[in-house]
């Protein structure tokens, strides 16, 4: 299995979104995935202008010679599997991964299909069965606030013909680095993560009491938001 992964939180290493995809990414590659990881704030990524030179001028190529076409669409081609990671932000992906699709529009052809019913784009990869999987964190406490997001991927997955094979998402994320300094143990969040990993290489499935796991209520709704409030308040009176 040949996975490409890519984080766009701006936050790169420092992410809690990072902390969650790195175990997954080690249960890919302890099952003998090979895996290329790119954070999308380092790469030179060009807001896609819409002209449809890609599908017209020049198929297939895009008219951006910048890392979206040297770097990532390589490997993409050649993945069985894309790795998605992003925070919420203002109810959906960040505007780097958002860019990240748009510019993906090289990658199809303008000819219209009917594909289960509805009317798509056929692609230029070799579909086969690409997956893809979703890693995301988000403050707020509930995990509904993932479901414009998720809505969004299972959307693109339709339209790139992959299949969705897991959205990994942790709501109130923070308590993942605080809950230690609280004495709360998150240690069977952290190991969902890396059993999905291992799932998905060996099976090609992710189960989905894995994916319960991971978005499991780690305080009551009332402590988290009390909590909060007290951390953002002391923050608040060390900078006034």
């Not at 004495?183 to 993560?193: E, F």
């Amino acid at each position: 299995m040949k996975a490409l992964a890519i984080n766009s939180s701006p936050k790169k290493s420092e992410s809690i979104t990072q902390i969650l995809l790195d175990r997954f990414l080690d249960g890919l590659k302890e099952s003998g995935a090979e895996v290329d990881f790119f954070f999308l704030q380092d790469l030179d990524i060009k807001q896609c202008r819409g002209d449809y030179s890609c599908w017209f001028k020049t198929p297939g190529v895009c008219i951006f010679n910048d890392d979206m076409s040297t770097k990532l669409r390589p490997l993409l081609e050649k993945s069985d599997v894309l790795v998605v990671a992003t925070p919420v932000y203002v109810d959906g992906m960040t505007g780097q991964m958002k860019t990240f699709f748009d510019r993906c529009i090289a990658t199809g052809d303008p000819h219209i299909v009917i594909r289960d019913g509805h009317c798509r784009h056929e692609g230029r990869i070799p579909h086969g069965h690409r997956k893809m999987v979703l890693v995301s964190t988000c403050g707020f406490w509930e995990v509904d606030n993932f479901d414009p997001l998720v809505h969004h991927i299972e959307a693109i997955c339709r339209n790139m013909n992959m299949t969705l094979a897991g959205a990994l998402v942790r709501p109130h994320s923070g308590m993942i680095v605080h809950g230690e300094r609280l004495g709360i143990d998150v240690s069977d969040i952290l190991d969902a993560c890396y059993e999905a990993g291992k799932q998905l290489a060996e099976t090609g499935s992710i189960d989905d009491a894995l994916v319960d796991t991971i978005r499991r209520p780690i305080v009551p709704m009332e402590d988290f938001v009390q909590g909060a409030n007290m951390m953002i308040d002391q923050v608040l009176s060390q900078i006034r």
